[in-house]
């Protein structure tokens, strides 16, 4: 996936989940933060990012959006509607399967809505996406707050699969250069529980890193999975 054009510019502040102050060219910038978490380990005053800039013309609210951040040698795509899009386009290239016949994004099963609905023949599946973008010594963990939104999408697919579907859940690794994934079990053990059940009823957990420059997301390659404590 690909951003337009995009600049570097210095973080400052973040005075709520939507809006951070941003150093641009000297001056002092409000931009629109495209991720609702808490982000505490990325968004440190100083720290290099990435704004897209939609143009002194724009009819939007706020100029810039705040799409990726540096820390120390890596580059993480921060931006929380990147994960599905570039997803999308890795089930769409073949990535999952060689040659699905339908990738339907945002589809309602019941009382749920997945990611995405797959067919290929009389193969069915839904897929669910979660971006990552906590990273502790080469190690990739989600989530990186509570969500209960999450266990939920957990239950879901669970039920999913009892139902005869094949069921995923994707973590989406918004860098490169970790080398396993697990779930943060010291922050919500629950999650981590939520999904240990679900691998074991048949949802399949797959995580994948990404190739990252300042104006690009790429799904890139496997990352093994470590569901222990």
């Known amino acids: ?10 973080f400052l502040a973040r005075p709520n989940r939507f809006i951070a102050h941003v150093e641009l060219d000297g001056q002092t910038q409000i931009c629109h933060v495209k991720n609702t978490g808490r982000c505490r380990e990325l968004l440190v005053p100083g720290a290099q990012v990435y704004l897209e800039d939609f143009g002194p013309d724009t ?35 073949g990535g999952l399967w060689a040659s699905p016949t339908l990738v339907r994004p945002e589809t309602k099963w019941g009382n749920s809505r997945f990611d995405f609905y797959l ?27 509570p969500t209960q939104r999450g266990v939920k999408h957990l239950e879901e697919l669970t039920a999913a699969a009892a139902a005869g579907f094949e069921a995923y859940v994707l973590f989406l690794i918004q860098m490169k250069g970790v080398h396993t994934f697990r779930p943060n079990w010291d922050l919500h053990p629950q999650f981590g529980q939520a999904l240990v059940q679900a691998a074991q009823a048949g949802v399949h957990v797959l995580a994948y890193d990404c190739r990252v420059t300042p104006s ?3 799904l890139d390659a496997p990352v093994p999975v470590n569901l222990s404590l």
Request: hydrophobic residues 40%.
């Open 1 to 10: 996936m690909n951003y337009g054009t995009v600049v570097p510019g210095r």
């Open 59 to 93: 009819k939007r609210k706020t100029r810039y959006d705040l799409i990726a951040v540096e820390k120390g040698s890596l580059l993480i795509n921060m931006d929380s509607q990147a994960p599905n899009k570039a997803v999308e386009e890795f089930l769409r290239a």
């Open 119 to 145: 067919e290929q023949g009389e193969r069915k599946a839904f897929l669910e996406v979660k971006g990552v973008t906590l990273e502790q010594e080469g190690l990739a963990l989600f989530p990186d707050a």
């Open 216 to 218: 690009t997301m790429v």
